[in-house]
């Protein structure tokens, strides 16, 4: 095939990608019972269900993020980090999938402490450069260049207006961010279901309130745009129902930069958590049955 027919073609399955309406409820996960054999599917980058007993195969691990019997969604183990004040800020685990690709998603299940207030920040897929797998960290506060890009999965507590754990939202770092008048920095932009605009925060007919001491299947993905078109997208998903879908959104300007980065992240407790006056000596989340594809995955089916 000439290298132009290969470009078209890449284009061409962008712009479908754009215009497809999401699916719901299983997805990978019909072809895999219990999860069993799933990593071994061509579309699957990353999957842990942590019965190894340890985190080997993640990268960059820090804090207390460990694996534990502790009550797990399924099989024997699950991983958990809690956040103890004034002694940890949680814990944290980075997966890379280089040289990346233009369309990511991820699926955990969560649990939070039954007594849990609010977390700082959670999951994130990242895009950078292939050879420079660092460029989307440490960007806090300033808007990308088109070179790398970010978004997460989280809770948001909206000053308090929200029930813990907060309400499901995304926090985006991309080429045509909003900046914080009052600080003049681009702090990460949250998108609120239902979409596809950006929304508002506590509005209580479409706010997506996840479920204390309970497992919940969060599932979120990232699409790459078409340098110099506003055709990416991200969306999430809760226990399998598309509970926020936003289009048109630039997140790159280069063929570059691709999802290259999964971030599994309790994070909590800083000094700069603005939810501090909540904290409490001890909250914890538990993390289990990690899957990261190319396609969706979808909760886990049971016998």
């Known amino acids: 095939m000439k290298a132009g027919s290969l470009i078209l073609l890449c284009l061409l399955a962008t712009a479908t990608w754009a215009a497809d309406k999401l699916p719901q409820g299983p997805g990978l996960t019909a072809k895999y019972p219990l999860d069993a054999n799933i990593a071994k599917d061509p579309a ?25 019997t502790d009550a797990p969604h399924a099989g024997q183990r699950c991983a958990v980090a809690p956040m103890e004040k004034g002694k940890s800020t949680g814990g944290e685990a980075k997966k890379w999938f280089l040289p990346g690709h233009d369309r990511v998603f991820a699926r955990v299940y969560v649990k939070f402490s039954a007594d849990y207030q609010y977390p700082h920040h959670f999951l994130w897929l990242g895009g950078s450069p292939k050879n420079d797998k660092w460029r989307p960290f440490g960007k806090a506060g300033r808007k990308p260049d088109g070179t790398y890009f970010s978004t997460g999965m989280e809770a948001w507590f909206a000053w308090g207006k929200n029930p813990p754990p907060g309400e499901l939202h995304m926090y985006a770092y991309h080429m045509d961010m909003a900046v914080d008048p009052k600080m003049n920095k681009y702090w990460g932009n949250s998108f609120y279901p239902p979409g596809p605009d950006a929304g508002k925060a506590a509005q209580d007919k479409t706010r997506v309130l996840p479920k204390l001491n309970q497992w919940q299947c969060w599932e979120f993905m990232l699409q790459a745009n078409t340098p110099g078109k506003a055709d990416g997208r991200q969306a999430m998903w809760l226990d399998g129902q598309l509970v926020g879908d936003f289009p048109n959104i630039r997140w790159r300007d280069t063929d570059d ?9 309790h994070y909590g407790y800083d000094s700069s958590d603005p939810t501090r006056q909540y904290h409490k000596d001890k909250q914890t989340v538990w993390f289990d049955d990690v899957v990261v594809a190319t396609d969706y995955i979808g909760p886990r089916v049971e016998k």
């Open 257 to 265: 930069a691709r999802v290259t980065v999964f971030w599994l992240e």
């Open 44 to 68: 699957v980058l990353f999957a842990d269900d942590f019965e190894s007993g340890d985190l080997k195969k993640w990268d960059d691990k820090s804090g207390t993020l460990t694996v534990t």
